[in-house]
């Protein structure tokens, strides 16, 4: 196998663009190929190994594997991206989708969103918005339609595959705010839902999803700024409930013992007397969804949604396929469970949608691939799956850590290292169902060797990442979890780690005798007593997440944690350990597992029951221990995904992520062989930058404009070129005349563009009028026809301009204007020069469009938070916000000096306020983020309020800007009335000596301000 140095290939922000070549069997090469990687999946290949009892057994080999193309992906794919990059005019979604789109696309933004999420939410905008509206795009709806009735009768999913720690939790948001925005805004339509219900796994999850209402404390769409926020306020319209699918299961009403319901069902019919005593499916429905009950059409999200399946019955299912080191038993018994939870599922959304209507049901899973015993061939993606961003792009993409697994050791005649599958090698020497009753008992100081040897092996590594951590000043230690196939094996594996108590029967705590366990960081036993915080914890996970009361045997087992937690809680102000039950303590202290602070935080070290919580997202985890059988490629994914999420997410100058890494034994996973010595580098800390309402600087005030529009003049329509109007056409445009095409061998050829110099120039001027005219419409009051009594003065404006504007060199003619991107710009160049004319008129021909629901922002509604360096501290005279935080040392020096000014009597920079001014550039409509607003005294009770722009450089599109600014923003904010007195634009271009700049800043400000005729 090869290793590779840095397997981080691509940005996290950007379409990726490189990937990792592949092998026939899914191994790295080493080599990287141009483009993104193709979407594909890998499952394990079944076959027979021995004959049993006369019948031919089914054994999972792991190293037969058949790759295969997600051919339907790969083809929605590259239509989204087609229609990703085209013209904002074509892209064929409301108003409000556009918006969206747009807002989360930015790249500029404090933390941009994962290409990779954004690219779910497209998938499902354009199959919803797009897709239907042309017949070559619709049938890959009806595809999925058909794909999903066979598999779900009744019910339409389409299901996103987004690898484990790609931020499922934000595409949520993303379609949540999607659909109930356009809903909030177009009650009418059937298109779009402002009902949702959300499906986890478990109860860990259902918490987490929490985040996903509107009015949560913490909620996702503020903190990662998912929706503008104009918007939020149609957002907040929607009805949510999250909830875990045990809830769909059908209870009994009232509170009656199971041993009651039994002695009262006598000879009665089970099915009779279960309908007396159970609740109808309505009423679940109605105890799950009470927030949701007379809205139709709920879109249903499931998170982990390969858990949801139409489980056949047992009968029907083929004999199931089981790794070698399983039991019939134990492989038949994991896939009933399976079965089971599945059936509950996927039975409750039914009942939703025979109660209330089912709009559609997305499906979120990082592995949406039939489970086994599903009635499915194993291992096969769910054919609705409509987007894919796998593992490895994940990791190419530097979203996630690397995991690190054997591939060789010193032991000779092994087909694979020993570390790579432990629980193969030991399974015969730990405890199973039932061989209690045979009478064996087993020791916690008596390991199997190869179990014991895997331990100290990953724990002296676990050891250097410790005092690593500890060294950087790392806020909570690095997480070693091990994950065992069933209680008593966990029991033996946390005793053997973390220390124990000899004696548990005795009633008298003081004569309890503990002993040490042997991994000394992992201890909770020190001088003989167990210390105050276990460093070691014991989970059950499927008993966490049912939200049922744990068993007493697992209480038995973890009495001493639980009681440890307990004491821990007592000291808690205004928490009443006693009104928290063990399951609720045991779930809190899982959940903040690597979290400064909270209870979790000090533990280094899980031992968990079966498999950790899916969805379980703790950061910190760098090492993990599998010893259970493991059946599935899948299984195996889900394990180490508990150790994938990153612990920091800054990228590099030049946008990259920095590897981060886990170690894994024990987990049969073939994966990237990587290298890397130092992989760890801790968060950076964060800084809360919020308007202080104590201080005495102003508030800061500003319209939030989305567009303009003209009331047309009375007279005759004119146009002002000044020196941004003229356009220049040469051989250094990024279109080439002719191009030269050469063969090995044989005649050359030349490719040209001579069929641009027939274009004349009476037609180049009717299609620049044409288009301006369409500009122009759609900033006016009536937008539904164009005004074609103005054709006839936009066509003289264009033929103006082409002569007097219009420079060609090289050999270009004027014919190069019909190319669209040269066309759009002629037209933003002619519109913006009729738009000057009207504001420098006076009258009030140019209005703002404002945002509807928040016309208005304010700096005393900055809050968040930052983990930049480039900090400033303000005057809290002068500015309401406690920092600045600035791109350049040009803009520190500006804030600096404008503190010094008597004149100012206050300012904001901005950064994360909201400030925007909408401009078109190239055809392409944008928003332009200036850089301060400053609060001039220029002798009158309300102050001058100048907008303020620090360029290092000048470019084409800065020059629009600040066009636009001039004759379209500030016009139209001064002709409404009702904000203020603006000044005109304050632009410092170049400002490499900050010290000689500010000695004409204060003329520059008077000018504009009126009390100064020129700057000297």
Same mark, same amino acid.
């Given at each position: 196998?090869?290793?590779?140095?840095?397997?981080?290939?691509?940005?996290?922000f950007f379409?990726?663009?490189?990937?990792w070549?592949?092998?026939?069997d899914?191994?790295?090469?080493?080599?990287?190929?141009?483009?993104?990687?193709?979407?594909?999946?890998?499952v394990a290949v079944?076959?027979?190994?021995r004959?049993?009892?006369?019948?031919?057994e089914?054994?999972?080999d792991?190293r037969?594997?058949?790759?295969r193309?997600?051919?339907?992906v790969?083809?929605?794919?590259?239509?989204v991206?087609?229609?990703r990059?085209?013209?904002?005019a074509s892209?064929?979604?409301?108003?409000?989708?556009?918006?969206l789109l747009?807002?989360?696309r930015?790249?500029?933004?404090e933390r941009p969103?994962?290409?990779?999420?954004?690219?779910?939410?497209?998938?499902?905008?354009?199959?919803?918005?797009v897709?239907?509206?042309?017949?070559?795009?619709?049938r890959?709806?009806?595809?999925?339609?058909?794909?999903?009735?066979?598999?779900?009768p009744?019910?339409?999913?389409?299901a996103?595959?987004?690898?484990?720690g790609?931020?499922?939790t934000?595409v949520?948001?993303m379609?949540?705010?999607?659909?109930?925005?356009?809903?909030?805004?177009?009650?009418?339509?059937k298109?779009?839902t402002?009902?949702?219900?959300?499906v986890a796994?478990g109860?860990t999850?259902?918490?987490?999803?929490?985040v996903?209402q509107?009015?949560?404390?913490?909620?996702i769409?503020?903190r990662?700024?998912?929706?503008?926020?104009?918007m939020?306020d149609?957002?907040?319209?929607?009805?949510?409930?999250?909830t875990?699918?045990?809830?769909?299961?059908l209870?009994?009403?009232?509170d009656?013992?199971p041993?009651?319901l039994?002695?009262?069902?006598?000879?009665?019919?089970?099915?009779?007397f279960?309908a007396?005593?159970?609740?109808?499916?309505a009423?679940m429905?109605?105890?799950v969804?009470?927030?949701?009950m007379?809205?139709?059409?709920?879109?249903v999200?499931?998170?982990e949604?390969?858990?949801c399946?139409?489980?056949?019955?047992t009968a029907?299912?083929e004999?199931?396929?089981?790794?070698?080191?399983?039991?019939?038993?134990?492989a038949?018994?994991?896939?009933?469970?399976?079965r089971k939870?599945?059936r509950?599922?996927?039975?409750?959304i039914?009942g939703?949608?025979?109660?209330?209507?089912v709009?559609t049901?997305?499906?979120?899973?990082?592995?949406?691939?039939?489970?086994?015993g599903?009635?499915?061939?194993?291992?096969?993606l769910?054919?609705?799956?409509?987007?894919?961003?796998?593992?490895?792009?994940?990791i190419e993409?530097?979203?996630?850590?690397?995991p690190?697994?054997?591939?060789?050791?010193?032991?000779v005649?092994r087909?694979e290292?020993?570390f790579?599958?432990?629980?193969?090698?030991?399974?015969?020497?730990?405890p199973?169902?039932g061989?209690?009753?045979?009478?064996?008992?087993?020791?916690?100081?008596e390991l199997?060797?190869q179990?014991?040897?895997a331990?100290?092996?990953?724990?002296r590594?676990y050891?250097?990442k410790?005092?690593?951590?500890?060294?950087?000043?790392?806020?909570?230690p690095p997480?070693?979890i091990v994950?065992a196939?069933n209680t008593?094996?966990?029991?033996?594996?946390h005793d053997?780690?973390?220390?124990?108590?000899?004696?548990?029967?005795?009633?008298?705590p003081?004569k309890?005798?503990?002993?040490?366990?042997n991994?000394?960081?992992?201890?909770?036993?020190?001088?003989g007593?167990?210390?105050?915080?276990?460093?070691?914890?014991?989970?059950?996970?499927?008993?966490?997440?049912?939200?049922?009361a744990?068993s007493?045997?697992?209480?038995k087992?973890?009495?001493?944690?639980?009681e440890a937690f307990?004491?821990?809680?007592? =000291?808690?102000? !205004?928490? @009443?350990?006693? &009104?928290?039950?063990?399951?609720d303590?045991? +779930?809190?202290?899982?959940n903040? /597992?690597?979290?400064?602070?909270r209870?979790g935080g000090?533990?280094?070290?899980?031992?968990?029951?079966?498999?950790?919580?899916?969805?379980w997202d703790?950061n910190?985890?760098?090492h993990?221990?599998?010893?259970r059988?493991?059946g599935?490629?899948?299984?195996?994914?889900?394990v180490?995904g508990r150790?994938?999420?990153?612990?920091s997410?800054?990228?590099?100058d030049?946008?990259?992520?920095?590897?981060?890494?886990?170690d894994?034994?024990?987990v049969?996973?073939?994966?990237?062989p990587?290298?890397?010595?130092?992989d760890?580098?801790?968060?950076?800390?964060?800084? =809360?930058?919020? !308007?202080? @309402?104590?201080? &005495?600087?102003p508030?800061?005030?500003?319209? +939030?404009?989305?567009?303009?529009? /003209?009331?047309?003049?009375?007279?005759?329509?004119?146009?002002?070129?000044?020196?941004?109007?003229?356009m220049?056409?040469?051989?250094d445009?990024?279109?080439?005349?002719?191009t030269?095409?050469?063969?090995l061998?044989?005649?050359s050829n030349?490719?040209?563009m001579?069929?641009?110099d027939?274009?004349r120039s009476?037609?180049?001027?009717?299609?620049?009028?044409k288009r301006?005219?369409?500009?122009?419409?759609?900033?006016?009051?009536?937008?539904?026809?164009?005004?074609?009594?103005?054709?006839?003065?936009?066509?003289?404006i264009?033929k103006?301009?082409?002569a007097?504007?219009?420079?060609?060199? @090289?050999?270009r003619?004027?014919?190069?204007?019909?190319?669209a991107s040269?066309?759009?710009e002629? /037209?933003?160049?002619?519109?913006?020069a009729?738009?000057?004319?009207?504001?420098?008129?006076?009258?009030?021909?140019?209005?703002?469009?404002l945002?509807p629901?928040?016309?208005?922002?304010?700096?005393?509604?900055?809050?968040?938070?930052?983990t930049k360096t480039?900090?400033?501290?303000?005057d809290?005279?002068?500015?309401?916000?406690?920092?600045?935080?600035?791109?350049?040392?040009?803009e520190?020096a500006?804030?600096e000096?404008?503190?010094?000014?008597?004149?100012?009597?206050?300012?904001v920079?901005?950064h994360a306020?909201?400030?925007?001014?909408?401009?078109?550039?190239?055809g392409?409509?944008?928003?332009?983020r200036?850089?301060?607003?400053?609060h001039?005294?220029d002798?009158?009770?309300d102050?001058l309020?100048l907008?303020v722009?620090?360029k290092?450089r000048?470019?084409e599109?800065?020059?629009?800007?600040a066009?636009?600014l001039?004759s379209?923003w500030?016009?139209?904010?001064?002709?409404?009335?009702r904000?203020?007195?603006?000044?005109?634009?304050?632009?410092?271009?170049?400002?490499?000596?900050?010290s000689r700049?500010f000695?004409?800043?204060?003329?520059?400000?008077?000018?504009?301000?009126?009390?100064l005729?020129?700057?000297?």
């Amino acid at each position: 196998m090869i290793a590779i140095e840095n397997p981080i290939l691509n940005r996290p922000f950007f379409k990726p663009d490189r990937h990792w070549a592949l092998s026939d069997d899914g191994m790295p090469t080493g080599e990287t190929i141009e483009g993104r990687r193709r979407s594909e999946y890998i499952v394990a290949v079944a076959t027979p190994k021995r004959v049993k009892g006369g019948q031919q057994e089914l054994i999972l080999d792991e190293r037969a594997a058949e790759r295969r193309a997600n051919d339907r992906v790969n083809a929605i794919r590259a239509e989204v991206d087609q229609w990703r990059s085209s013209p904002e005019a074509s892209w064929g979604v409301t108003y409000e989708t556009v918006r969206l789109l747009k807002h989360w696309r930015a790249t500029d933004r404090e933390r941009p969103l994962f290409f990779c999420q954004v690219e779910a939410a497209e998938t499902l905008i354009w199959l919803t918005e797009v897709a239907p509206k042309n017949p070559v795009h619709a049938r890959h709806l009806e595809y999925f339609r058909q794909q999903s009735e066979g598999s779900n009768p009744g019910l339409f999913r389409l299901a996103l595959k987004l690898a484990t720690g790609a931020g499922k939790t934000t595409v949520m948001a993303m379609l949540i705010a999607w659909q109930a925005i356009n809903k909030a805004r177009r009650p009418q339509s059937k298109m779009f839902t402002d009902a949702f219900l959300l499906v986890a796994p478990g109860i860990t999850i259902k918490d987490r999803l929490r985040v996903l209402q509107p009015e949560s404390s913490n909620s996702i769409y503020e903190r990662l700024s998912i929706v503008p926020r104009d918007m939020m306020d149609d957002l907040r319209k929607a009805r949510i409930v999250v909830t875990n699918y045990h809830s769909f299961q059908l209870k009994t009403k009232g509170d009656i013992k199971p041993g009651t319901l039994e002695a009262l069902r006598g000879r009665e019919d089970p099915e009779t007397f279960d309908a007396r005593f159970r609740e109808t499916e309505a009423e679940m429905v109605q105890r799950v969804m009470k927030p949701l009950m007379g809205r139709r059409g709920i879109i249903v999200i499931n998170d982990e949604a390969h858990h949801c399946y139409e489980a056949p019955p047992t009968a029907e299912i083929e004999p199931i396929v089981r790794s070698e080191e399983e039991t019939a038993a134990e492989a038949n018994a994991e896939a009933e469970a399976s079965r089971k939870e599945a059936r509950v599922w996927i039975n409750g959304i039914r009942g939703v949608d025979r109660v209330l209507g089912v709009k559609t049901v997305y499906d979120l899973s990082a592995t949406p691939f039939f489970l086994r015993g599903s009635g499915q061939e194993e291992g096969k993606l769910f054919p609705w799956v409509v987007s894919d961003f796998s593992l490895m792009d994940a990791i190419e993409c530097g979203i996630v850590k690397v995991p690190r697994v054997p591939t060789h050791d010193d032991v000779v005649k092994r087909e694979e290292p020993i570390f790579r599958h432990v629980y193969k090698h030991v399974r015969n020497e730990l405890p199973r169902k039932g061989q209690r009753k045979a009478g064996k008992t087993y020791s916690a100081e008596e390991l199997p060797a190869q179990l014991e040897a895997a331990l100290r092996a990953l724990y002296r590594d676990y050891e250097a990442k410790f005092s690593e951590w500890a060294a950087k000043s790392a806020e909570t230690p690095p997480v070693f979890i091990v994950v065992a196939n069933n209680t008593s094996t966990s029991k033996l594996i946390h005793d053997w780690i973390a220390g124990y108590c000899e004696n548990p029967d005795e009633k008298d705590p003081a004569k309890h005798k503990w002993r040490a366990g042997n991994l000394p960081l992992f201890n909770n036993v020190e001088s003989g007593k167990p210390i105050e915080r276990p460093r070691t914890i014991l989970i059950d996970s499927a008993q966490l997440e049912s939200g049922d009361a744990i068993s007493d045997d697992f209480k038995k087992i973890a009495g001493e944690e639980i009681e440890a937690f307990r004491r821990e809680l007592r =000291r808690t102000p !205004a928490r @009443d350990p006693e &009104a928290i039950t063990d399951a609720d303590l045991l +779930r809190e202290v899982m959940n903040t /597992v690597g979290q400064k602070g909270r209870m979790g935080g000090t533990v280094r070290c899980v031992v968990s029951v079966s498999m950790l919580t899916e969805g379980w997202d703790a950061n910190t985890v760098t090492h993990i221990l599998g010893c259970r059988a493991f059946g599935t490629r899948l299984l195996c994914e889900q394990v180490v995904g508990r150790a994938l999420r990153r612990v920091s997410y800054e990228p590099d100058d030049e946008g990259f992520f920095r590897a981060e890494y886990a170690d894994v034994l024990g987990v049969p996973f073939d994966f990237m062989p990587a290298n890397s010595s130092k992989d760890f580098s801790p968060p950076k800390p964060r800084t =809360r930058i919020f !308007a202080d @309402d104590t201080r &005495a600087a102003p508030e800061i005030r500003f319209p +939030r404009v989305l567009g303009y529009r /003209v009331v047309f003049p009375q007279g005759r329509l004119s146009a002002t070129f000044v020196a941004d109007s003229h356009m220049r056409l040469g051989a250094d445009t990024p279109i080439p005349k002719e191009t030269e095409v050469d063969p090995l061998v044989g005649q050359s050829n030349v490719i040209g563009m001579g069929d641009l110099d027939a274009v004349r120039s009476q037609t180049v001027a009717y299609m620049l009028a044409k288009r301006a005219l369409e500009r122009w419409a759609r900033m006016t009051e009536n937008v539904d026809t164009e005004p074609t009594f103005l054709f006839p003065q936009f066509l003289g404006i264009a033929k103006r301009w082409l002569a007097e504007c219009l420079h060609l060199h @090289d050999g270009r003619s004027v014919g190069w204007l019909s190319l669209a991107s040269y066309r759009d710009e002629a /037209v933003d160049r002619i519109v913006r020069a009729c738009a000057k004319t009207l504001s420098q008129a006076g009258s009030e021909e140019i209005l703002p469009v404002l945002a509807p629901f928040e016309p208005e922002g304010s700096s005393k509604h900055v809050d968040f938070f930052t983990t930049k360096t480039t900090l400033l501290t303000t005057d809290p005279t002068k500015c309401q916000v406690n920092y600045v935080v600035y791109d350049s040392d040009w803009e520190a020096a500006f804030a600096e000096r404008l503190e010094r000014i008597p004149q100012v009597r206050g300012y904001v920079k901005n950064h994360a306020l909201g400030f925007e001014v909408p401009y078109v550039f190239m055809g392409q409509e944008r928003v332009y983020r200036p850089d301060f607003i400053v609060h001039w005294d220029d002798g009158h009770d309300d102050p001058l309020q100048l907008v303020v722009e620090i360029k290092g450089r000048r470019t084409e599109e800065d020059q629009v800007k600040a066009d636009t600014l001039a004759s379209l923003w500030l016009p139209a904010v001064r002709n409404d009335g009702r904000f203020g007195r603006w000044g005109p634009p304050v632009e410092i271009v170049q400002p490499y000596d900050m010290s000689r700049a500010f000695e004409t800043i204060v003329k520059v400000f008077e000018v504009a301000a009126g009390t100064l005729e020129k700057v000297s």
